[in-house]
C-alpha cells in the first residue's frame, strides 16, 4: 500500500502526462543514443562482413587459407615473417596468410559464438519458465539438474569429453551448449516465479484464460528484457569458449583456421615472443568482438530497461 | 512562541532523464517550538522531496531558498555539519519501518550507532541507554528485545523502534513521513498517540507528512497543504479542516468518504495533477478547480486571514460547492432472499512444511444478496481477501462450501469452470501491477473476448472502445501501454476488463486504497454508478471502513480468518456490537466538525500580498461554511 | 540449519557420484584402447590381453565401475598408464601450485575489483564511475590467454631483450623454498587472473552496491548521522556481500580444479596443465583422478558459500533457533 512513489524520478514520470510511443522504437532511440552502442553494432556488422568475405580476401591475396609459402612467407631460419606487402598482417610457423587465416577463423568464431548462445538460450528459456511455471516435484528437479550442471568443474569435463570423443566443430558447439543454457535458465525461472504471482497474471486466470495463454501472452512477453540482453551477453562467452578450447587443441581441428587455434600456434614454444602479430592480430580480432557484444548487451539492457538507467548510469 | 524551523521560499529541482522536476516550488512555512505540524497532500505534491531535501537526502537535488534551524541555514551547511545535525538535532522516522531498519542488524545495534555516531558514549552506556528508549516506546521485554532482529518484531512495533530510534538523542525537531501509512488502521492509531506522548515527555517538535487528511485532524496543531510541489493553505488544523479557504482543500475535504454522508455521492476533484516537468504558470490548481477565474493564470497572493490562516488564492469568498453529480436510480433493488452467493462454514487451511496447518479462513458463512454492496473489512492479514478468492472459486476450500447461484464452485468441469469465470469478476488493489506492462490497453480489455472466444477483429475493437466510453476513458488510447495511464486511469482500466462479459457479481480488492483522495473519489462514484446501471453485485474488500461504510449496505468484519460482525452499515457504523469493530471505528478518522466559522480577510503587507486589494481595499468579512 | 546443512551435503555427494559416473562412461565408451596406449604400437595381441585383464577391462561395465569406486573410496586412483606412478601422488604434487596460484590471485582480484565495483557505485555517471565500467567490460572480453601472452611479452620479453629482467619467465618455485621467489614467479600469473576476474567482481560489487544504495535502510542511517563511509561500508557493503561470497565461493571451487589456461601460457605445472597432458596423452586415470578432484574442490566451496550465506542472512539465522 505505497501512497508515496519511492524515488523522485518516479514520482516525476508519475506526474508527467507521457506521450505515445511506441516501446521499440523508444528503445532504438535510447539505443542510438549511446555511443559505445553504435561503436560496438557497427564492429560487430564490420566483423561480420570481414568474416562473409574470407573467400574474396583469399582471392585478392592470392593466398587460401591453409597454403603454405614456405619460400616468401618464412624466413631463411623458418621464422614467420611480420606485416609486410605481400603478407598483410604477416605469416605464421608454416608461411600461412595470418590475414586470410584471420577471415576464415572469424567465420568459426561468430559461426559458434552465435549459434551455440541461441541453442543455449532456446533451452534456457524452455527449461527455465517450465520450471518456474510448473513448480512442485517438476520444478524440484528442473532446478536441482541446473544446480547440478553448474557445479560441475565444466573446462575440465570439456576436455575430458573432447579428448575422449575426439574434436570437432559440432562437438564444441555442443559442449558449449550444455554448460551455457543453466545461467539463462535460473534468470528465467527466477522471474517466471515473481511474475506468477503479480496480480495480472492472477487476472488472466480469473477471466478463465488457460496455462497456455498466460503463459505466452501474460508471462513471455515480460521475459523479453532478460533474454534478449543474456543472450546478447551470452554470445562473447561462447566465443571465448570456443576460442579457448581451441587454443588447448581441443577446439576446431587444424590447419582449419580459428583464432583460438591461431593463438595455439603463436603460444606453441613461444613463438609469439620473436612474431608478435601472431598473438596480436588473431588476439586483438577475438577481444575486439567479444568486447563489441558486450558493449552491445550493456547498451541493450540499458536502453530496454530505463529503470536500471535511471539507477545507474545517468543517475 | 520561537520559531524552531523556517523554511523560506525552498524550492527543489530534480534533474532526471526526462527533464527536470521541479518537486518544491518557492515554498515558505515555518514550525514553532514544541508544536505538532502537519503538511498534507496528495502524491506529486512534493510534500516527502521537500522534507528530505531540508535533511540533504534526495541524491542530485538542487535546492535554493533557505531553511533556518536554530539560526542555522541547512541547505548551506557543509556536509560534515549537517551530518552532526541529522540524528542528533532533527531527526527522522519514514513510512515502511521494515525497508528502513537494516535488515541484518539487531534493532538495539542500530539504536546505539546513531547514539555512538554523535557522542562519545560506552557501549554499555549506549545500550542502557537504548533499552530504556525501547521500553519507553512500550516495546515488552525491551532488554530482551534489545538483540532481535527488525523481521522478529511486527511492523506496530517496529515503528516503535523507529520512534525510539528517533528520540535517541533528544532531538528538537522529528520528522515524521508517513510514519502510519504502511500500518493497520488500530496500530495507526498507537502510533500518533505515542508520537503525541512522546512529544510531550521529551518536549520535541514534530513535523507530520500525511497523504491523509483524518490522520492530521486527529494530532495536528497546524497544518501546510501542499499541491503540485506548491503551497495551497497554511493554518490552525481546525480552521483549514473545518472550514478550508482554498478551493483545493475544500475539494480533498469533498471527495474523503469520512467526510460525506453515506449514501450521498462523493464529489470529486476532476482532471489529474499538473505536471512537475512544466508546472503552469499562475495557480497550479486553476485546470482542476471550480473557482477558477481568468485572473488565476498570474501567480496567486498570498491572503491572510485573521485566524491566521493563510492561502495562496484569487478567490476572496468561500468555495463555492459543486453540485454532486446526479447518479440513475438503480436498476435492481437488493432483497433479503435473493443471494447470489451463499458460502457455508468455509475453511481454508495451508499445509505447512512442520507442525500444524496455517488456517486462514475459520468457519466462515455468509451471503451476497443480488443488486447489493457488500463490504468485506479486516487488518492485513485476516483473510479477506483469500475469502474473496474462494468466493471467485479460485482456490479450493479446505471445508464447506461456496455455491454460486445456487450451484457449488467446487470440482467444476471445464465449461462450468470458464462459464463462472464469466459471471463473476475481479478487480484488483494494484492498479500497476494488475495490468501487464507489456500488452497495450486494448488487448488487456479485450482479454475477456478473445479468452471466451466471443468476439474478435474490428468487433472486438468496437466493443473494447464502448467499454473505454463506459469508464470514462478516451477509446483513441486504445493502443497505448498501461503505464501511459495514471493510477486512476489504470483503475479504470481494470474496471472496464472486469465488466467486459456482463458479469453478475463484482469482487473488488481494495480497489481504491493505491489512489489518491481526490482519484478514490473518481473511482467510487464510477462504481457507483455502473452498479445502477447495469445491475451489479459488489463484493467490496477494504482495510477502510470509512470507505466501506461510505459504500456498502452490508458490512462483515473479519478478523484472524473469522467473521466476527455482519449487519448493514448502519449497524456495524453506529452500534458495533464486537471488541474488535469498537477499536477499528475507534480507529478510522473521526468526522470534522464543519460548523460555518467567522473569519476575516486581512490587508495585503508587503510586496507578497501586492495584488491582494485589487478588488477590495477594506477589510472584508468572509463567511466561511459548507 | 542443520537440516539445510545436511541436505546440502547429501546434494554434494549426489553431484559427485554423478560426476563419477560420467567420468566412469566416457572413458568406458571412449574408442581409444588403454592397453595400446600402455603397451605402445608394437605390442602383440597377448600383452595387451595381458594389460586388459590386469586393469579388469574385461570385465562387465557394472563390476568395472564397482571396483573403481571401491578403490576411490580408498583413496586409491590407479597408476599413471604414462609414468607409473600412483595417479594421487602425481595430483597432489600438483595442489600446491594451483592453490598458490587460486589464493594468491584472489587476494589481487577482491583488492582490485571490489574497491572499484564500490567507487563506481558511490558516483554514479561520474568520470570515476566510467573509468570504472571501462575497466570492468574491458576485463570481462579479454580472453585470459590473449591477456597471458600480452602479459608475457611486454612485461618479460620486451624488458629482457632491453637487458632488464622485471618478471622471470616461467615456473614456480615452491613457498617454503623461499617465498621471495615464489611471489616473483608467481606475480605476472597473478596479475592476468586477478585483472580478468576482478572484473567480473567490479561489475557484481557495483550493481549490488547500486541496489542498495536505493534502498530505504540506507536513508535512514543518512537521516541518523552516521557518516557516509560507515553508511557505504558499514551499511551498504554488509547488504552487498552475499552474492559476492557465492560469486567466490563458485570462483574458487572451479578454479582449484585447475586454472588450465594460466597454468598453460605460463608454464607452471598445475592440476590444470596435468589435465590437458593427461587428455593429449589419453592418460585415463589421471584425467579421471583431476575431473573428480575438481567435483570435489566445487562441492566443497559450494558447502563453505551455504554455511556463510546462512550466517551473513540474520533471517536464515534466526529462523534455525
Redesign the interface.
Known amino acids: 500500500m505505497s501512497i508515496l512513489p519511492k524515488t523522485p524520478a518516479a514520482a516525476a514520470s508519475a506526474s508527467t502526462e507521457v506521450q505515445a510511443r511506441g516501446s521499440g522504437r523508444l528503445t532504438l532511440t535510447r539505443l542510438l543514443r549511446d555511443p559505445a552502442s553504435i561503436a560496438s553494432l557497427i564492429a560487430i556488422l564490420l566483423i561480420i562482413a570481414f568474416a562473409l568475405c574470407a573467400p574474396l580476401i583469399a582471392a585478392w591475396t592470392g593466398h587460401g587459407p591453409t597454403e603454405q609459402f614456405r619460400e616468401t612467407g618464412l624466413t631463411p631460419e623458418g621464422i614467420p615473417v611480420g606485416p609486410n606487402p605481400e603478407f598483410l598482417l604477416g605469416t605464421d610457423q608454416l608461411g600461412r596468410d595470418v590475414l586470410v587465416r584471420l577471415a576464415y577463423g572469424a567465420q568459426v568464431s561468430l559461426l559458434v559464438g552465435v549459434l551455440a548462445s541461441i541453442v543455449a538460450s532456446v533451452i534456457g528459456i524452455a527449461i527455465g519458465t517450465i520450471s518456474g511455471f510448473s513448480g512442485g516435484i517438476v520444478d524440484t528437479v528442473l532446478s536441482r539438474t541446473m544446480d547440478l550442471v553448474m557445479s560441475v568443474p565444466f573446462l575440465l569435463c570439456a576436455i575430458a569429453l573432447v579428448s575422449v570423443l575426439g574434436p570437432s566443430l559440432s562437438l564444441s558447439i555442443a559442449v558449449i551448449v550444455f554448460f551455457s543454457w543453466t545461467g539463462l535458465a535460473r534468470v528465467i525461472r527466477g522471474q517466471v516465479l515473481a511474475l506468477r504471482h503479480r496480480e495480472f497474471v492472477e487476472a488472466a486466470r480469473s477471466l478463465g484464460a488457460s496455462r497456455t495463454s498466460i503463459m505466452f501472452r501474460d508471462i513471455l512477453p515480460n521475459l523479453v528484457v532478460p533474454i534478449i540482453v543474456y543472450t546478447t551477453l551470452m554470445i562473447p562467452a561462447a566465443i571465448v569458449f570456443e576460442a579457448t578450447l581451441s587454443f588447448l587443441g581441443l577446439g576446431i581441428v587444424p590447419p582449419t583456421p580459428s583464432w583460438g587455434n591461431m593463438l595455439a600456434d603463436a603460444a606453441n614454444g613461444s613463438l609469439y615472443l620473436v612474431a608478435w602479430w601472431m598473438v596480436v592480430v588473431p588476439g586483438g580480432a577475438l577481444l575486439a568482438l567479444t568486447l563489441a557484444f558486450n558493449l552491445l548487451g550493456d547498451g541493450l539492457r540499458d536502453a530496454l530497461d530505463p529503470a536500471a538507467v535511471s539507477k545507474g548510469k545517468r543517475a | 512562541m520561537t520559531i524552531l524551523l523556517d523554511v523560506r521560499d525552498l524550492a527543489v529541482d ?1 534533474p ?3 527533464g527536470t ?1 521541479h ?1 518544491v516550488q518557492h515554498v515558505s512555512f515555518s514550525v514553532n517550538e514544541g508544536e505538532f505540524f502537519g503538511v498534507v497532500g496528495e ?2 505534491s512534493g510534500k ?2 521537500m522534507v ?1 531535501s531540508i ?7 538542487r535546492t535554493s531558498g533557505s531553511v533556518l534551524f536554530r539560526d542555522r541555514d541547512l541547505l548551506s551547511l557543509a ?2 555539519q549537517l ?6 538535532e532533527i ?2 522516522i ?3 519501518p521494515l ?8 534493532v538495539g545495534w542500530q539504536i546505539v ?2 547514539i555512538q ?2 557522542e562519545r558514549v560506552s557501549a554499555k552506556a549506549a545500550k542502557a541507554r537504548a533499552v530504556d528508549l525501547l521500553d519507553r516506546v512500550r516495546i515488552p521485554d525491551a532488554a530482551a528485545r534489545f538483540d532481535a ?1 527488525p ?2 518484531f511486527s511492523g506496530g512495533m517496529r515503528q516503535r523502534v ?1 520512534i525510539a ?1 528517533g528520540l535517541s538523542l533528544g532531538p528538537a525537531l522529528i520528522i515524521a ?2 510514519p502510519t ?2 500500518l493497520d488502521s488500530t496500530v495507526q492509531a498507537q502510533i500518533l498517540d505515542l508520537l503525541g506522548e512522546m512529544r510531550s515527555e521529551f518536549g520535541t517538535t514534530v513535523l507530520m507528512i500525511s ?1 491523509d487528511l483524518g490522520v492530521l485532524s486527529r494530532v495536528a496543531d497546524r497544518v501546510m497543504v501542499m499541491y503540485g510541489g506548491r503551497r495551497m493553505e497554511l493554518g490552525a488544523a481546525d480552521a483549514v479542516l473545518c472550514g478550508p479557504a482554498h478551493p483545493y482543500t475544500a475539494g480533498l475535504l469533498r471527495s474523503s468518504s469520512f467526510n460525506r454522508e453515506p449514501g450521498t455521492p462523493l464529489v470529486p476533484i476532476g482532471g489529474r ?5 512544466a508546472p503552469p504558470e499562475g495557480c497550479a490548481f486553476r485546470d482542476r478547480c471550480p473557482d477558477a477565474m481568468s485572473i488565476c493564470t498570474t501567480k496567486p497572493p498570498v491572503r491572510h486571514y485573521d485566524d491566521g490562516t493563510e492561502v495562496a488564492c484569487w478567490l476572496e469568498s468561500t468555495p463555492v460547492e459543486p453540485e454532486p453529480p446526479v447518479l440513475p436510480p438503480p436498476s435492481l433493488i437488493a432483497t433479503g432472499d435473493d443471494a447470489i452467493v451463499t458460502v457455508d462454514a468455509l475453511r481454508l487451511a495451508f499445509p505447512q512444511r512442520r507442525g500444524e496447518p496455517r488456517v486462514v479462513l475459520d468457519d466462515v458463512s455468509l451471503e451476497v444478496r443480488r443488486g447489493e454492496t457488500l463490504g468485506l473489512v479486516g487488518e492485513s492479514g485476516c483473510g479477506k481477501t483469500t475469502l474473496a478468492r474462494a468466493i ?1 472459486g ?1 482456490v479450493a476450500p479446505t471445508a464447506g462450501t461456496v455455491e454460486f447461484d445456487g450451484a457449488p464452485t467446487a470440482n467444476l468441469d471445464r465449461a462450468q ?2 462459464d463462472l ?2 459471471r ?3 478487480v ?3 492498479p500497476f ?7 497495450r490497453v486494448g488487448s488487456i480489455i479485450g ?2 473476448f478473445r ?2 472466444r466471443l468476439a474478435s477483429g474490428a468487433e472486438r475493437r468496437a466493443k473494447v472502445q464502448d467499454l473505454m466510453e463506459l469508464v470514462g476513458l478516451n477509446p483513441e ?1 486504445y ?3 498501461p ?2 495511464f ?2 486512476g486511469q489504470r483503475q479504470r482500466i ?1 474496471i472496464a ?1 472486469a465488466l467486459a462479459l456482463n458479469p453478475e457479481l463484482v469482487i473488488l480488492d ?1 480497489p481504491v ?2 489512489l ?1 483522495v481526490s482519484i478514490q473519489a473518481q473511482v467510487l462514484n464510477l462504481l457507483d454508478e455502473l452498479q445502477r446501471r447495469l445491475g451489479l453485485t459488489y463484493l467490496f474488500i477494504s482495510h477502510d471502513l470509512a470507505v466501506v461504510r461510505h459504500v456498502c449496505d452490508r458490512i462483515a468484519v473479519m478478523e484472524g480468518g473469522r467473521i466476527v460482525e455482519l449487519g448493514t452499515a448502519d449497524q456495524v457504523w453506529n452500534d458495533p456490537q464486537q471488541p474488535f469493530t469498537r477499536r477499528l471505528l475507534a480507529a478510522a478518522a473521526p468526522e470534522i466538525p464543519r460548523e460555518p466559522r467567522e473569519r476575516r480577510l486581512l490587508p495585503p503587507t508587503g510586496s507578497a500580498g501586492a495584488h491582494a486589494d485589487r478588488h477590495h481595499a477594506e477589510q472584508l468579512a468572509v463567511e466561511v461554511a459548507s | 540449519m542443520t537440516r539445510f546443512i545436511l541436505s546440502r551435503i547429501a546434494f554434494g555427494v549426489l553431484v559427485l557420484f554423478l560426476l563419477s559416473v560420467f567420468v566412469f562412461m566416457l572413458f568406458y565408451v571412449s574408442p581409444s584402447d588403454p592397453a595400446r596406449i600402455i603397451a605402445g604400437d608394437k605390442a602383440t595381441e597377448e600383452l595387451m590381453a595381458q594389460i586388459r585383464s590386469n586393469l579388469g577391462l574385461d570385465r562387465p561395465m557394472t563390476e568395472q565401475y564397482a571396483t573403481f569406486v571401491g578403490n576411490l573410496l580408498q583413496g586409491d586412483l590407479g597408476y599413471s598408464y604414462r609414468s607409473s606412478m600412483p595417479v594421487s601422488e602425481l595430483v597432489v604434487s600438483r595442489i600446491p601450485v594451483t592453490m598458490s596460484l587460486v589464493f594468491g590471485g584472489m587476494v589481487f582480484w577482491l583488492a582490485i575489483g571490489i574497491p572499484i565495483g564500490i567507487a563506481s557505485a558511490r558516483h554514479p555517471g561520474s568520470a570515476r564511475d566510467r573509468f570504472g565500467q571501462g575497466f570492468a567490460i574491458v576485463g570481462i572480453s579479454f580472453p585470459t590467454f590473449v591477456l597471458g601472452m600480452l602479459a608475457l611479452y611486454l612485461l618479460y620479453f620486451v624488458p629482457t631483450k632491453l637487458g632488464f629482467t622485471l618478471f622471470p619467465p616461467s615456473g614456480y618455485v615452491p613457498f617454503e623454498q623461499s617465498p621471495l621467489e615464489w611471489a616473483w614467479h608467481l606475480l605476472l600469473p597473478w596479475l592476468t587472473l586477478a585483472l580478468v576476474v576482478a572484473a567480473v567482481y567490479a561489475r557484481l560489487t557495483r550493481g549490488q552496491m547500486l541496489e542498495v544504495l536505493g534502498q530505504d535502510y540506507i536513508r535512514t542511517a543518512r537521516a541518523k548521522g552516521v557518516d557516509e563511509r560507515r553508511v557505504t561500508y558499514v551499511h551498504a557493503f554488509r547488504s552487498a556481500m552475499p552474492p559476492l561470497v557465492t560469486q567466490l565461493g563458485i570462483d574458487i571451487g572451479l578454479m582449484l580444479g585447475g586454472v588450465i589456461v594460466i597454468e598453460q601460457v605460463f608454464g607452471l605445472l598445475g592440476v590444470g596443465s596435468l589435465a590437458v597432458t593427461a587428455v593429449a596423452m589419453q592418460d585415463r586415470p589421471v584425467v579421471i583422478a583431476i575431473v573428480l578432484l575438481g567435483g570435489v574442490f566445487v562441492v566443497i566451496s559450494n558447502l563453505v558459500v551455504d554455511t556463510t550465506y546462512a550466517l551473513l542472512d540474520s533471517r536464515v539465522r534466526t529462523a534455525a533457533r
Open positions: 530534480i532526471t532523464e526526462d522536476v518537486a502524491s506529486g516527502s522531496v528530505q535533511m540533504g537526502l534526495v541524491p542530485g537535488a556536509p560534515e551530518r552532526s545535525v541529522r540524528g542528533r531527526s527522522m519514514f513510512q515502511d525497508s528502513s531498519l537494516h535488515p541484518q542488524y539487531t550507532e546513531q555516531a554523535h532482529y523481521h522478529q523507529m530510534m513521513d508517513e501509512t504502511a497523504h495533477p499538473p505536471s512537475l516537468l471467485a479460485l469452470w470458464r469465470r464469466r463473476v469478476q475481479l484488483f488493489q494494484d501491477g494488475s495490468l501487464n506492462p507489456r500488452r482479454d475477456p479468452i471466451h488510447h493502443n497505448r501501454f503505464s501511459q495514471s493510477g481494470g476488463r481494495e486504497s493505491a489518491d
